[in-house]
């Protein structure tokens, strides 16, 4: 719950890359696109640090920073500990992050100590290296070139073990996995219980995002539908804690997970930073965070049994907030009588992207594509809808709630307004279509 109310950023001072994925394309200056790889300025240390001292004084309630590129961290070790020692020295009281693809970790595990960074996360994609192999096409390490199975074995190898270095030392670490179709879908589990057993806490299992100019986007691979990452996610779980909120940000992400404000205060006024006041607000974020948690875990205990699952249009912050055609992503939960959990994140193609030359059937197409990918879910929930998204999803049985607020709250009552309709053996859409928008 925590992602709801505090804010994290990524400072982008790692150019460099010491792998070859067939999945990435580091790219720069792209505004318009949310992928990891994607700056639009590669900063120096010391403008890094500048930066957050900025971002504080107009976003107090930031309290993690990380470094996760665009190229890997540990492949500029110079840049990105110069950030973290002057981050750690300047601002001690910020959570400090770095995410790497492992291979120079246990080169490095002393030095991530020393600089107290709290979280590490680790790219694992394989842990079999013919699959391995698949996946890379060059590991450069210590002055040589890797290929092929010998480039997946080195890797797999550093990965494990710095994993276990610097969790033995205290660091907590969370692991990344791309979910491949026909690559590593069905492997993904060996990875969870793997990475389980050398230390890590977590593993994210994230779909597959055919970054343009890519290997993968040339072959013409396929991005997995939702319905199999959900499952890849639930054999995870059995094993593991899944994370289920990544959005897989730029790598000069600023703000709550959701609203990446980044790009929007890139040229904003400079504002004095005030500790006071920060220390005050976090506080008040603290108390609200705990008593959401708190009230989410007695409304669990008096729950009913079955469930159904929400998509939530929101930008963050907790909150649903966001009109249908503007949306770029739902929210997928799953609830139960009054129990909610997050099965995860669905990014889609705005109905309404503002481009004049947008007609009416590029409109249709990617209101098919959105229908699609939500087709497992009941509700639709979003601050408002125009009358022609809302019969089309009805068509689909999909029934399309505008609400503003909450969303643990909103979702409580969507349940309950669900099992109405349930009862009397007909859906909302089926009754009125039009009037559902306005519940």
């Keep these: 719950m925590a992602h709801h109310y505090f804010a994290r950023m990524h400072v982008a001072v790692a150019p460099k890359c010491n ?3 067939n999945y990435c394309n580091i ?3 792209c505004v318009s696109e949310s992928r990891p790889g994607v700056v639009s300025k590669v900063l120096t240390p010391q403008e890094a640090y500048a930066k957050v001292r900025s971002t504080l004084a107009s976003l107090p309630q930031l309290t993690v920073v990380g470094i996760a590129g665009p190229g890997d961290p540990l492949a500029n070790p110079q840049e990105t500990f110069e950030t973290f020692g002057l981050l750690s020295e300047g601002l001690p009281e910020l959570q400090l992050c770095l995410s790497t693809n492992g291979l120079q970790l246990p080169d490095y595990s002393e030095a991530i100590v020393r600089h107290r960074i709290a979280h590490v996360t680790v790219t694992v994609n394989a842990v079999d290296p013919q699959i391995g192999a698949e996946i890379y096409r060059a590991v450069f390490f210590r002055g040589k070139a890797y290929r092929g199975r010998d480039a997946a074995e080195l890797l797999l190898h550093n990965q494990l073990e710095g994993i276990r270095q610097i969790a033995e030392r205290g660091v907590k670490v969370k692991v990344n996995s791309v979910l491949i179709p026909g ?8 990875v969870t219980e793997a990475v389980k ?3 890590a806490f977590s593993h994210n299992i994230m779909p597959l995002i055919l970054s343009p100019g890519s290997v993968y986007e040339k072959e013409g ?3 997995p539908a939702p319905s199999l990452t959900l499952q890849v996610q639930a054999r995870s779980e059995a094993v593991i804690p899944v994370m289920r909120h990544c959005r897989q940000c730029r790598s000069d992400a600023v703000g709550l997970i959701g609203d990446d404000l980044g790009v929007k205060t890139e040229n904003a006024p400079a504002r004095e ?3 006071a006041a920060r220390e005050e607000l976090l506080i008040r974020l603290d108390r609200t965070a705990v008593e959401r948690k708190r009230r989410e875990a007695n409304a669990g205990e008096q729950g009913e049994r079955g469930s159904m699952r929400i998509a939530v249009a929101t930008r963050g912050g907790g909150q649903v907030n966001v009109h249908f055609g503007h949306a770029r992503e739902f ?3 799953e609830v139960s ?3 909610q959990k997050l099965l995860g994140v669905r990014r889609i193609q705005a109905y309404c992207n503002g481009k004049a030359e947008c007609g009416e059937a590029d409109k249709e197409a990617i209101l098919d594509e959105t229908v699609a990918l939500l087709q497992d879910c009941s509700i639709v929930l979003c601050a408002a809808i125009g009358p022609g998204p809302a019969e089309r999803l009805a068509r689909a049985g999909l029934t399309a709630l505008a609400r503003k607020g909450e969303i643990g709250k909103l979702l409580e009552q969507c349940a309950k307004y669900h099992r109405f309709f349930t009862s009397i053996s007909c859906s909302p859409s089926e009754v009125c279509p039009s009037a559902v928008q306005q519940r």
Excluded: F, M, T, W
């Design 197 to 199: 057993a050398a230390g």
């Design 19 to 21: 792998i070859n994925c």
């Design 273 to 275: 930073y005030d500790p």
């Design 337 to 339: 009588g009054q129990e």
């Design 331 to 333: 929210l997928v939960y």
């Design 27 to 29: 790219k720069y200056d």
């Design 221 to 223: 691979r396929k991005e």
């Design 183 to 190: 690559v590593n879908d069905s492997h993904l589990i060996k």
